[in-house]
């Protein structure tokens, strides 16, 4: 069950900050936005920004309790012993605990008090008292806490960057919340204009934050162009500024319409076109949460200057080549296996690394045949009676990559199914992520035919490819090894950012009002998919 452990270990600290962002970012709302106790408000309106607080909170001491559990029950398999009392002393799970005893008596308050006083300033105010010892605990549980040089500065700018990060994401979930009632003719309409507006205030401000707070982070851990290129430290970072560009683009977009609402009176994007960027907006915001978990797990570049790789050696990983179609046979693949996988002594297999890059390629020809085809589909729609047959080849890619992705288990190696998938946290990735491409495949194609009756099934493609993006951006375990598992891993990051760039935009596609709009966001995504398609195309793995 070690895998089991090691996968839900890789995604628990991202689900924990989502839960933080809407916990958090929910009270700043309340005492900074709304201010219940100053004006007056529907009594609906109130209830449900009550609510997602306490959701947030109580999901957050429930995820921290969780990940406990998992960090108890991994060292457990990985060591072979049982972890207390000595786990007991240490800063993480003093933190921790902290954080989930101090959320869950949050989500009491919150929902025995504050849920029936919202209009209250005593109880908004304790609430946010109540949740201080939470922000400050989460100072331990970054690399601040570990360094010697300006320790305690450095735990409070990671503090402080974690506030600015949930009032941003926070906010985006509460205006989803006063979209969502809008549309049900709960609350004033007037209400999402005028939030709109005073969002982009708050938005700008947690930014400025962010930056002012984020950029002496960066320098500090990251003291060289190659350690931001060539670590997966700082390529965790440069993914965060990627999406935070997108993010910020989504931003000014709905500014853009915003302000025209109110200069000019013009209505269309504000009712029909927001709400969708603003829910694209929270996939990236959502991603660069999980991104951000998984850069404060990575050691800082600073601390690797032997394992980094130079920026020409991590450019070089993408460099164009003929894509290898011919694969080595299981039993010369086999036969490398043990000295390859030697704990001391290793002998590189270069059967091994073939198969890898065969497999990579492979599925590359697969990504970019469907993107090709997705693109001219989105040009020239198929004629009326059926929907475009290429989501079929994600399913035929699933097929592929069960077979062949983990050539030491079933079908095609002697360990078993279950026991393969249970005991490697790296055969369970796998295993998931080729079941999810194949009922990708199926069910958005599905979803686009016709005579399709199901109208939720069109959302499963971009929250499944966004789950998929997720686990790509998670599952950097470089840490310490050597820099060809960092060159190994920079591809398969920047591969879960197309990922995600593919998921928004396909979510613009099916959401948007204006066909215009629809066709570019439907392109972006089928363009995004040909650039993750041609990185698994020019794939080739260094020889270790
Ligand atoms: C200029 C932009 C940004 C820079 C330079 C930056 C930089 C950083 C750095 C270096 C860390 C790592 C701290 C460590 O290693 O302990 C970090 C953590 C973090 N960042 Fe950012 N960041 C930026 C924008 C954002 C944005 C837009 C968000 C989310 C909306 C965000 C959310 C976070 C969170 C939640 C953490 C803490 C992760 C944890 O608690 O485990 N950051 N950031």
Avoid at 3 to 8: I, N, R, S
Avoid at 203 to 208: I, K, T
Avoid at 352 to 368: Q, R
């Amino acid at each position: 069950m070690g895998g089991l452990a090691d996968f839900l270990d890789s995604l628990v600290g991202g689900v924990d900050r989502v839960f933080f962002s809407v916990a958090i970012g929910g009270l700043i709302w309340g005492m900074f936005m709304l201010k219940p106790w100053s004006r007056r408000y529907d009594e609906k309106h109130l209830s449900s920004t009550v609510t997602l607080i306490y959701y947030g909170a109580f999901g957050l001491a429930l995820t921290q309790g969780f990940a406990l559990i998992i960090k108890v029950w991994l060292m457990n398999v990985t060591l072979g012993v049982w972890p207390f009392p000595a786990f007991a002393d240490t800063i993480q799970f003093k933190a921790g605990m902290v954080r989930m005893i101090v959320m869950g008596c949050l989500a009491f308050y919150v929902g025995s008090k504050l849920s029936l006083q919202p209009t209250s300033k005593n109880a908004w105010y304790n609430a946010t008292a109540l949740a201080i010892p939470a922000l400050i605990a989460g100072a331990w549980l970054a690399h601040g806490a570990g360094r010697f040089d300006g320790r305690i500065q450095l735990m409070t700018i990671t503090v402080i960057h974690q506030i600015a990060a949930a009032a941003w994401v926070g906010g985006v979930f509460q205006l989803i919340n006063i979209w969502r009632l809008s549309t049900r003719n709960a609350i004033d309409p007037m209400l999402w204009p005028n939030f709109l507006k005073q969002f982009g205030k708050l938005g700008l401000v947690s930014l400025a934050v962010l930056m002012a707070t984020g950029l002496p982070m960066a320098i500090g851990y990251i003291d060289s162009w190659n350690g931001f290129i060539g670590t997966g430290y700082g390529n965790l970072l440069l993914v965060k500024l990627l999406l935070l560009a997108i993010a910020l683009f989504l931003a000014y977009l709905n500014n853009r319409g915003t302000r025209e609402f109110f200069e000019q009176n013009r209505e269309t994007l504000l009712f029909r076109e927001i709400p969708s960027y603003i829910q694209a907006e929270t996939f990236l915001l959502v991603s660069i949460l999980f991104t951000a978990v998984s850069l404060a797990t990575q050691p800082p570049a600073i601390d690797i200057p032997k394992t980094t790789a130079t920026w020409q050696e991590t450019l070089a990983t993408f460099k164009p080549r003929i894509p290898l179609t011919t694969s080595p046979t299981h039993e010369e693949l086999m036969a490398g296996e043990p000295g390859r996988t030697a704990i001391i002594g290793q002998v590189p297999s270069r059967a091994s690394t073939d198969w890898s890059d065969y497999n990579h390629n492979v599925a590359g020809i697969f990504v970019t045949t469907i993107a090709v085809l997705a693109i001219i589909a989105s040009l020239r729609p198929p004629p009326p009676h059926r929907g475009p047959y290429w989501p079929l080849g994600f399913a035929f890619l699933g097929l592929f990559l069960f077979i062949r992705s983990d050539p030491e288990a079933w079908p095609l190696g002697p360990i078993g199914f279950w026991e393969s998938t249970l005991e490697s946290g790296e055969i369970l990735q796998h295993r998931i992520a080729t079941f999810m491409a194949f009922m990708m495949g199926v069910m958005e194609y599905k979803a686009r035919h016709p005579n399709n009756s199901n109208k939720k099934l069109i959302y499963m493609f971009p929250l499944l490819g966004a789950f998929g993006g997720l686990m790509l951006l998670t599952h950097s375990h470089v840490g310490f090894q050597p820099k060809t598992a960092f060159l190994i891993q920079a591809g398969h990051t920047l591969m879960g950012v197309f990922a995600i760039i593919i998921a928004s935009a396909r979510w613009l596609e099916i959401r948007l009002n204006d066909p215009k709009q629809r066709q570019i966001a439907g392109l972006i995504s089928a363009f995004a998919m040909l650039q993750l398609g041609m990185i698994l195309l020019f794939y080739q793995e260094p020889l270790y």
